[in-house]
Structure formats: structure tokens, C-alpha cells
């Protein structure tokens, strides 16, 4: 598994149009995680430094190949004083396989702060690397994202709402040092936001295997962060339909402030049989 520095990496190859590197990767498509992240930075390097992401909107159209690179054409849909908007296309053999929108904001604005308390759970250490977890075949699937220490709380340490469908909890970190700079720790998130969260959607359901993919993604980044220091990702799966999931994420560190959310919907389809990169995912 390459570094997340290395995923990150873009290229400038004309104005306002960027390419990512083709990863080496034991999947049959690219990692969602890869090209929102891309994606991501190739909008960050058209914004001024006094501006941050706040939030982003994704879908994703078309599997990526993760042999080829992807190619990142950004349009600067408004420039003001205190929000920016870019919306990114992602390419690979001339088709779209992935657009979103990111907004930034500059953080001298003020007002009022409020946030959700994060839920009681057990700390990290306490807990099992989810890589320790796996069996041998598993184990060889999920080196893909070796770098990224994950631990999953089990049910019985969790304190659960009685009104909510489905839920999970998730520490996670990136294993090693990261860069100092904001961007990239955003972009390292974004990375990060889209392991384990379909996964909440099988919980009630855990002798389900069914055929799951990334449909959308959206989130919102609310205070700074660090993306190597551990994170807990709270779960839930309100409802799931018709062949799709709906589930949510909120993201905390561990003094309990709230940094960023996520919503993202994803195919959730029984009857057919999966493709054998299915089995590739870090959902539970």
C-alpha cells in the first residue's frame, strides 16, 4: 500500500486541470477514499491559503481503474470575499467516473459554537487492531490499507439509542506521522471517511453479504484536526431500502470535539452475486 502522501499527490498539467497517480492496489476498482481525496486536492490547489474546505458533495459515476490514472478538471464556479466553490470532474478514458463540489471559507468569521457530546466508548488501546482480527485471507486483502489503524468497539461496550436502526463505532488513525499542513489532513480524512461507514448498514443484518459500492458522499469539516492522532467515527445506518443505504458519520478527536460529519449512500443489493473486489472493503 502506498503512503497517503503519495495517494494524495496531484499534477498540474495545464490550468485548473490536475492528475492523480495510478496506486498499486489489490482491488478490481479504485478505492472511493482515492479519488474524492484526489479530487479534493486538485480543488484545494485553485483556492487561496486563507481559505478551507468546509464542505464537499460527491458521486461517484463510473468504477475507477486503479491502473491508469484519473485526471482532475476543477471549474472555478465563484470566487467571494468569504466562500469559494470549485466543482471537480474525474476522468479516466474520457468518461466522468466521479464529480463533487467543495466549498471553502475563511476562518476569521465568528459566531455562535454549540456540538453533539460524543458518545461513551472505550479508548483505543483498549481495543483490538482491526488487522489482528482478520484471518489469513482477509488479512491479505485488507495490507491495502495497512497504514491505517482501525478498531472497531464491539456492540457490548457500546452505549446505543434504542431509536436508531443501526449503529457502530470506529477508532481510526493513519499509523504513522503526517505533514504538519491543514490541506492534508483534510485530504487524509476524506481518505479515511469512506472505510467502515456502509458497514453500519449491516449491522442489523449480519448474515447478509450483499453487493455494496459507494454512491455518494458528502461532508463537512467543522474545527482542526489531525488525521494521525486516533478519531472516533460514530455510525449509524437511519434506514436502508430498495437496494441502497443510507448512512451517516460523525467524527470526533479525543478531547470529544466534533470535526467533521459525513453522509453517504451506498448499494446495498442481495440476490446477485458480489464481485470478488467487494470483499476488498473495510466494512464490518
Do not use: C
Amino acid at each position: 500500500m502506498a503512503a497517503i502522501e503519495d495517494i494524495l499527490q496531484v499534477e498540474q498539467i495545464e490550468t485548473d486541470i490536475y492528475r492523480g497517480g495510478a496506486i498499486p492496489s489489490h482491488l478490481q476498482r479504485t478505492f472511493g477514499g482515492q479519488v474524492a481525496g484526489q479530487a479534493l486536492m486538485a480543488a484545494t490547489r485553485t483556492v487561496d491559503a486563507d481559505h478551507y474546505v468546509h464542505s464537499l458533495h460527491g458521486y461517484f459515476l463510473r468504477p475507477g481503474d486503479p491502473d491508469i490514472p484519473a485526471v482532475f478538471l476543477v471549474d472555478r464556479i465563484r470566487d467571494g470575499r468569504s466562500f469559494v466553490t470549485r466543482r471537480v470532474t474525474g476522468i479516466q478514458r474520457g468518461e466522468a467516473i466521479f464529480t463533487m463540489s467543495a466549498s471553502f471559507h475563511v476562518r476569521t468569521d465568528q459566531g455562535y459554537e454549540h456540538q453533539d457530546r460524543m458518545p461513551p466508548v472505550p479508548d483505543p488501546e483498549e481495543l483490538t487492531d482491526r488487522l489482528d482480527e482478520l484471518g489469513e485471507e482477509e488479512r491479505a486483502v485488507f495490507k491495502e490499507w495497512r497504514n491505517f489503524d482501525l478498531r472497531i468497539v464491539p456492540p457490548e461496550k457500546m452505549v446505543t439509542s434504542p431509536y436508531l436502526a443501526a449503529q457502530q463505532r470506529v477508532w481510526f488513525r493513519y499509523r504513522h506521522p503526517l505533514p504538519d499542513d491543514t490541506v492534508f489532513h483534510v485530504g487524509t480524512l476524506a481518505y479515511m471517511s469512506d472505510m467502515t461507514l456502509l458497514g453500519s448498514s449491516r449491522v442489523p443484518h449480519p448474515e447478509s453479504n450483499p453487493q455494496v459500492a459507494s454512491l455518494d458522499h458528502a461532508m463537512w469539516f467543522m474545527r482542526p484536526f489531525r488525521a494521525d492522532d486516533w478519531l472516533l467515527y460514530d455510525q449509524t445506518s437511519p434506514s436502508a431500502d430498495g437496494g441502497r443505504a443510507l448512512t451517516q458519520g460523525r467524527i470526533f478527536d479525543r478531547k470529544g470535539r466534533m470535526v467533521a460529519a459525513v453522509t453517504q449512500e451506498g448499494l446495498a443489493r442481495t440476490g446477485r452475486q458480489m464481485p470478488e473486489d467487494q470483499h476488498a472493503r473495510t466494512d464490518r
